[in-house]
């Protein structure tokens, strides 16, 4: 049995979650042990867009966030 670090029993299938900060200029994106920073603009958007369908992630997501969300629902995430 695989133990979720908060005491839960972790689900192997789980899908990675990923956190994005969003501000006019750019997006602060944390998925895992990894951080980065890419523009909140159309090329940026596309760019985060293939690295979390890449990572399979399932969710990802404040005011700002609208054009990212409708890029990734376009792209079945």
Known sequence: MNMHLQGGVAKD?????????????HLDVCRGDRTYRTANDVQGWDALTATLCEAKVDEAAEGYERGLLCALQSAGS
Request: glycine share 8%.
């Open 13 to 25: 299938d789980h899908k990675p979650n990923a956190g994005i900060n969003v501000s006019r200029c």
